[in-house]
T-cell receptor, first 113, second 113 residues
Framework: ETGVTQTPRHLVMGMTNKKSLKCEQH?????MYWYKQSAKKPLELMFV???????ENNSVPSRFSPECPNSSHLFLHLHTLQPEDSALYLCASSARTGGYEQYFGPGTRLTVT | GQQVMQIPQYQHVQEGEDFTTYCNSS?????IQWYKQRPGGHPVFLIQ?????EVKKQKRLTFQFGEAKKNSSLHITATQTTDVGTYFC?????????????FGKGTLLTVNP
C-alpha cells in the first residue's frame, strides 16, 4: 500500500462511452501525475499537476481530459476512446515536482472495445 | 525531446548470478531515479542519484550515475527469485521551469531458481 489509490481497477468501455478514472493520494503531496503504460512501450507521462495547476500536457489527445480539484484528487475523463487507448493507466504523486520520488497507485486496466 | 534508452530489454539469469541494466540519456540529467515493477504490480521507487559519479548501495543493489550525468546503471549481486520484475530508470530534465521525468522502456529480469 503506497498511499495512492485508484478506482476502478479494471474498466471495459465501448468507443462511444464516457467514463472517468479516479486517483486519490493520502500522502500530503502537492504534485500528481497520470501515466499510460502499454505493452512494449515505456511509461508515457500524460499530465502533471503541481499545486492543482496543470504544468505538463504531453501532447495527449483531447479525448483524455484531466481534472485536479485539489491536491489529493486527480481524475481522468475519457470519451470516444480508440482501441489503441487500451492500457494500464497509472496515477502517481510526489511531494512536488522537481527531484522528488514518485509514489504510484495500482493502476486502472482499461480495455476499449 | 529527451530520450532515455535502457538495455537490455530482457535478462534471464540463474539464481545466484549477477545482473546489470544500463540507462543512457540523450541529454544531461538533473537526477536519475530507479523503479522496480513486479509482474502485475506498479512501479515502486528504489533510489535517486543526483551527483555526478555518485554510487549508492542498497544491500545487493548498486546504483551508479555517470560523470557526465547522462548514463546510469543498476547492478544486482547474486540474484534471488525475489528480484524478478522490470527495472526502470527515469531521468529528470530540469530545463526551464518544468520538471519532466522520462522513463526508459525497462529491463525485465527473470530468475531461474
Amino acid at each position: 500500500e503506497t498511499g495512492v489509490t485508484q478506482t476502478p481497477r479494471h474498466l471495459v468501455m465501448g468507443m462511444t462511452n464516457k467514463k472517468s478514472l479516479k486517483c486519490e493520494q493520502h500522502l500530503g503531496h502537492n504534485a500528481m501525475y497520470w501515466y499510460k503504460q502499454s505493452a512494449k512501450k515505456p511509461l508515457e507521462l500524460m499530465f502533471v499537476y503541481n499545486f492543482k495547476e496543470q504544468t505538463e500536457n504531453n501532447s495527449v489527445p483531447s479525448r483524455f481530459s484531466p481534472e485536479c480539484p485539489n491536491s489529493s484528487h486527480l481524475f481522468l475523463h475519457l470519451h470516444t476512446l480508440q482501441p489503441e487507448d487500451s492500457a494500464l493507466y497509472l496515477c502517481a504523486s510526489s511531494a512536488r515536482t522537481g527531484g522528488y520520488e514518485q509514489y504510484f497507485g495500482p493502476g486502472t486496466r482499461l480495455t476499449v472495445t | 525531446g529527451q530520450q532515455v534508452m535502457q538495455i537490455p530489454q530482457y535478462q534471464h539469469v540463474q539464481e545466484g548470478e549477477d545482473f546489470t541494466t544500463y540507462c543512457n540519456s540523450s541529454t544531461t540529467l538533473s537526477n536519475i531515479q530507479w523503479y522496480k515493477q513486479r509482474p502485475g504490480g506498479h512501479p515502486v521507487f528504489l533510489i535517486q542519484l543526483v551527483k555526478s559519479g555518485e554510487v549508492k548501495k542498497q544491500k545487493r543493489l548498486t546504483f551508479q550515475f555517470g560523470e557526465a550525468k547522462k548514463n546510469s546503471s543498476l547492478h544486482i549481486t547474486a540474484t534471488q527469485t525475489t528480484d524478478v520484475g522490470t527495472y526502470f530508470c527515469a531521468g529528470e530534465n530540469s530545463g526551464g521551469s518544468n520538471y519532466k521525468l522520462t522513463f526508459g522502456k525497462g529491463t525485465l529480469l527473470t530468475v531461474n531458481p
